[in-house]
């Protein structure tokens, strides 16, 4: 534990020694938690996001496959036509005509 002083508009200089051991650079995002005997700071865990792109062929596959009704299978047809690409070259399950 270590004492430090709150600066004008509320900052705090966090030790050296603490900021190596928690791997905090400027811009680093922590949390602060309040608890019944004081305030908690500690660095907020973060994790790399995956992004999947899809494709259009991909996304007119996911139109196709979840159209709830033929009404709703014809819309997206239509979706997916706008899209510039023909639904039939598009493996998915067909609504009977």
Do not use: C
């Not at 949390?31 to 700071?41: A, K, Q, S, T």
């Not at 979840?66 to 690409?85: P, Q, T």
């Amino acid at each position: 534990m270590q004492a430090v002083k709150i600066g004008k508009r509320g900052t705090v200089v966090i030790p050296a020694r603490m900021r190596r051991r928690y791997k905090l650079d400027e811009g680093s995002p922590l949390l602060f938690e309040e608890r019944e005997d004081g305030i908690l700071m500690r660095p907020a865990a973060t994790k790399p996001v995956d992004v999947e792109i899809y494709t259009p062929e991909r996304l007119a596959e996911f139109f196709l496959n979840n159209a709830m009704d033929k009404e709703d299978y014809l819309d997206a047809r239509n979706e997916v036509e706008a899209m510039g690409i023909n639904p039939d070259t598009i493996d998915h399950v067909r609504w009977p005509a």
